[in-house]
């Protein structure tokens, strides 16, 4: 541990962790957060960052994929051990496998160096606004039950039968979003619109990546779906 183990800038509005081993990348996306009011908190690598989570959780966090000793996929593990916070990777890859990883772990946005700075501060805002708007939608949920599964939307838990699903965040919403509507058929598009807040700019593997995760969490037969359903050439309905 360095002695100074990280930055940390003062704004007047939320707190965001910025993680990456490049200075200057850390210090000019924490120039731009502070212009826009949020507080800001830099760490140089995963270990700084989990240390700076420990004392208190941030309520977002834009973590570079590509960091020292301990990468950013352990990384955003550890993170969420702590607890659900939106997370925002930054990556100098633009390959697929790495854009699935980010999707794969349950990240909220997912930005390919090189960026603007302004880019990042507007995607900030808006997973921030949908984990606001989540919140407070969650005060209204409702417990759905199907059979053997059962959705609690408050606690955000999922069962089949006695067993608790393993769900990441993304995941939870995409099954209880398609549950409160049964039978209806949802596209690609429609579902990032209204879970990704066009997130990830309509790429449809966004969907199909989540899709196939949550089927290998909840069906006896993924390739035979018993309750997410492929309507072809359409979209996706939960069949109740």
Not at 41 to 57: F, G, I, K, P, T
Not at 213 to 236: F, H, M, N, Q, S
Request: charge should be neutral.
């Amino acid at each position: 541990m360095t002695e100074k183990a990280y930055t940390w800038r003062m704004g007047s509005g939320g707190r965001i962790l910025v993680v990456d081993d490049d200075p200057i990348v850390g210090d000019v996306l924490s120039r731009y957060l502070i212009r826009e009011g949020y507080n800001t908190e830099v760490a140089a690598d995963a270990e700084q960052a989990l240390e700076a989570c420990e004392r208190s959780l941030p309520d977002l966090v834009v973590l570079d994929l590509m960091l020292p000793r301990i990468d950013g996929v352990e990384a955003f593990r550890r993170i969420q051990a702590r607890g659900p916070v939106p997370v925002i990777m930054l990556t100098a890859k633009g390959e697929e496998t790495d854009r699935v990883v980010g999707l794969e772990l349950g990240a909220d946005d997912y930005i390919v160096k090189p960026f603007s700075p302004r880019e990042v501060v507007a995607r900030v805002r808006a997973v921030l606004r949908r984990a606001a708007d989540g919140e407070r939608h969650r005060t209204r949920t409702e417990t759905l039950d199907f059979d053997n599964l059962h959705i609690d939307g408050r606690r955000r838990e999922a069962r089949l039968g006695s067993r608790v699903l393993r769900l990441t965040p993304k995941e939870f919403d995409l099954l209880y979003f398609l549950a409160r509507n049964p039978g209806k058929v949802f596209t690609r598009v429609r579902l990032i619109e209204e879970l990704w807040d066009f997130a990830y700019d309509g790429d449809p593997s966004t969907v199909t990546v989540h899709l196939r995760r949550l089927r290998e969490k909840i069906e006896a037969d993924p390739a035979r779906p018993r309750w997410l359903v492929t309507v072809w050439g359409a979209g996706y309905r939960f069949e109740p």
